[in-house]
């Protein structure tokens, strides 16, 4: 499970029973040149890609000595590398921690370091013996994510971009499904958030829960952010999470007239949210406040579910689970699908005006669905004739009829398909190698990070991991192990490797508004329920919050 846990109870619990936090190290460690000692978080994925590099390494440098601690779902590496030389010898961190306020804390964060973490922006353009950089190999978009703006110098009030902090998985998030349940029902995969509420039904119908998912870790969020992102594009759903100027407090106003398409984006994945999670609509899984992950996860491999929103850590986390139900009889396999384009998309097409030129929005032409009912089922058609154009299915734009008239769809309305239909939400930002600043093994950590961004370290990741791809460019059909890879790899390949992720919330503006999800708290009956609409309007902020949220955190 990838998730946040907490490190202060368990750091407790350490020192009171006495045991240690590590969850395994081979021996003591000199903490000298020659030994690089590695610690790491090990969650969804495991650590066992570590300990298979750990062997490369130590045969690739004669004379190295390769020791790794780590523990099982707690991050308590930032709290390890602000504890100073003294009290922590680790050179190179595996963590799921966000490193922004420790950097941007400067001298405060490690008394005696300028700060606590080694600067990589050199080590990133370092070119290879084939001239090749990190930098062109690494995910742009997550590169971009971590980076940070510093001071050049203290006080100078001049700023250069900075990288402290590298991603070491996609961690790609999406709407996982029981393949042979689909198969054995003959379901096919959504193409647009309309598509998904009516197979949910369907779903219903078998008397089978649709989405398989619990509110404790927030893994519902992942597919909300998502269609917000289709809808105003990765570019300006990047902006949102990087506010920088006063006058960007209007991406968060609780209006269509400032806000726009962020609002409007927020404001419609927010409705399809609803109509998933709303327990009054029987799509949402009933025990969603009541499971732990394992046993939401579960509900999928034992076929009592269809789908759950959740990750490329799926099958490594329940292989044993999956063992179990192909032992007992139970074929179970999972898939990831695309993210299914949200329905209001429509809306930003050129079809648009043509079939609804009197409503604006998709908002409009939904409040007035009974007057304008056939031509959203006309759009919508268009919409899932796009999504059949750009996946390579069909090869001509897709026509329908409005009386007389036809409508085509356009090269520019399938350019905008396209993109959305390549969202995925990453957490790769949030799975995060740092080398403390005063570590005594830099260069082998630095050589040991060049390992796993190489040719045998991205193997030795999709050979452990079951589904897990690092976050760099790489043919995964060159690797000799993809012809013998289950469906769910593939999926999740195709995914990362034709789409565009989109950075989950964390950081710095962590708090910032995004798109309300817990419709399942109570029914629409209740005085307590709060519509999408309620919901944004209370989420929202004014540009005074905004100046003062922006103040809180140093920016202004």
């Not at 030129?357 to 304008?372: G, L």
Request: glycine letters at 8%; proline letters at 3%.
């Amino acid at each position: 499970m990838i998730k946040k846990t907490y490190k202060i109870l368990i750091f407790v619990m350490c020192l009171v029973f006495g045991m240690s936090t590590f969850g395994g190290c081979k021996k003591k460690a000199d903490d000298d040149e020659n030994t690089l000692e590695i610690y790491a978080t090990s969650a969804g994925y495991g650590i066992e890609w570590l300990y298979d590099l750990e062997k490369i390494f130590e045969a690739n440098n004669p004379g190295t000595n390769v020791v790794i601690t780590y523990d099982v779902g707690v991050e308590l590496a930032e709290d390890k590398i602000k504890s100073g030389p003294k009290a922590t010898t680790a050179d190179l961190f595996f963590s799921l921690e966000d490193w922004q306020s420790l950097i941007l804390s400067g001298s405060n964060g490690v008394a005696g370091y300028d700060r606590a973490l080694e600067d990589l922006t050199e080590f990133l353009d370092e070119k290879d013996e084939s001239g090749n950089s990190l930098r062109e190999q690494i995910s742009s978009t997550l590169l971009n994510d971590l980076a940070v703006e510093t001071e050049t110098q203290k006080g100078n009030g001049e700023y250069t971009v900075k990288n402290y902090v590298l991603p070491w998985a996609s961690a790609c998030t999406g709407l996982v499904y029981n393949k042979n349940l689909f198969a054995r029902n003959g379901w096919d995969l959504p193409r647009t958030s309309d598509e998904l509420i009516s197979l949910a039904d369907q779903i219903k119908e078998k008397k089978l829960i649709a989405f398989a998912n619990e509110s404790s870790t927030g893994y519902i969020g992942y597919l909300a952010q998502a269609m917000f992102a289709q809808y105003v594009g990765a570019e300006d759903y990047a902006k949102y999470y990087s506010p920088i100027v006063e006058d960007d407090w209007k991406m968060y106003a609780d209006n269509a007239s400032t806000g726009g398409d962020w609002y409007y984006g927020r404001l419609y994945a927010a409705k399809v949210m609803e109509q998933i999670c709303c327990l009054d609509y029987g799509r949402m899984s009933s025990y969603v406040k009541e499971d732990g992950y394992d046993r939401a996860q579960g509900r999928l491999v034992a076929a009592q579910a269809a789908m759950a929103i959740n990750g490329d850590w799926f099958d490594n986390e329940m292989s044993v689970a999956i063992d179990g139900a192909h032992k007992a009889g139970n074929d179970y396999a999972s898939g990831m699908m695309k993210t299914p384009v949200i329905s209001a998309l429509s809306d930003r097409l050129s079809y648009w005006n043509k079939l609804l030129p009197s409503h604006e929005t998709y908002n409009k032409a939904i409040a007035s669905k009974n007057e304008v009912g056939q031509k959203l089922v006309l759009c919508e058609e268009l919409l899932c004739g796009l999504v059949d154009y750009v996946d390579g299915k069909t090869s001509v734009l897709p026509s329908v009829q409005d009386g007389e008239k036809t409508i085509t769809a356009t090269a520019a309305d399938a350019e905008i398909v396209k993109a959305a239909r390549g969202v995925y939400n990453s957490l790769g930002s949030g799975h995060t190698i740092v080398i403390p600043a005063y570590a005594t093994a830099k260069n082998l950590a630095k050589k040991f990070v060049r390992l796993l961004y190489s040719e045998e370290g991205i193997k030795a990741f999709l050979n452990r991991t079951k589904g897990g791809i690092l976050p760099v460019k790489y043919d995964v059909k060159s690797w000799e192990g993809y012809e013998s890879s289950t469906d769910f790899q593939k999926d999740i390949y195709n995914i990362v490797s034709n789409g565009t992720p989109i950075k989950f919330m964390d950081g710095l503006f962590y708090a910032l508004p995004r798109v309300p999800v817990k419709f399942y708290d109570y029914s629409q009956s209740s005085s307590n329920y709060k519509t999408p609409e309620k919901e944004i309007a209370d989420t929202s902020l004014t540009r005074s919050r905004y100046i003062d949220f922006m103040k809180n955190l140093g920016i202004f």
